[in-house]
């Protein structure tokens, strides 16, 4: 006979959102600091996987707003007990985050990770979309991120994924 056990009270299950993701990097630049003409706007746009090595990122442009957007489908085989978190660790505060055009707002008791309840708001494809403000334009601050080398802003957000959690109940 098998032995009695007490089973884990929950389990879960991780999909790392790792990429592709497109990023585009939006940024205005004078032509000439003599000139009163609007700035040039340009956006460039990548193919990003993530995690991102964000000191070589910045370093190699600067920007007024980036736009970082992943498709992905809903997890297979969901069963009614099962809960989906869109989790991003860490996430810095003037990062907004939005799925299937939701805004989405974080659990505030877990303040290592940004967990996102997101069940309910699944469908079958599903469209994830972070926007980043520069720190220049929220805080004053005149350095971009690549300047700022060791400092926790230097990174909007960390690695991103899903988590599967089931709940179990108690063995008797």
């Known amino acids: 006979m098998p032995e009695n056990r007490k089973s884990p009270a929950s389990t879960s299950h991780v999909i790392r959102l790792h990429g592709p993701w497109q990023c585009e990097v939006c940024s205005s630049t004078s032509a ?3 000139d009163e ?3 040039l706007k340009t956006t460039e746009v990548l193919t990003v996987k993530l995690p991102v090595d964000w000191i070589i990122f910045f370093r190699e442009r600067h920007y007024d707003s980036m736009k970082w957007t992943r498709g992905f489908g809903r997890p297979t085989n ?3 007990a099962e809960q989906v978190e869109l989790v991003i660790s860490p996430l810095r505060t003037d990062v907004s ?3 299937n055009e939701i805004e989405l707002t974080a ?3 877990n303040a290592t990770n940004a967990r996102f309840n997101v069940t309910n708001r699944l469908d079958a494809r599903n469209r994830l979309v972070l926007e980043v403000d520069s720190p220049r334009q929220t805080t004053g601050v005149e350095n971009y ?3 700022q080398v060791g400092q926790p802003t230097a990174a909007p957000f ?5 988590e599967i959690r089931t709940a179990s109940c108690p063995s008797q």
């Open 78 to 80: 969901l069963q009614e």
């Open 32 to 34: 000439n600091l003599q």
């Open 97 to 99: 985050v939005r799925l």
């Open 158 to 162: 960390g690695e991103i994924h899903l």
């Open 107 to 109: 659990d505030p008791r």
């Open 37 to 39: 003409s609007p700035p």
């Open 145 to 147: 991120p690549a300047e």
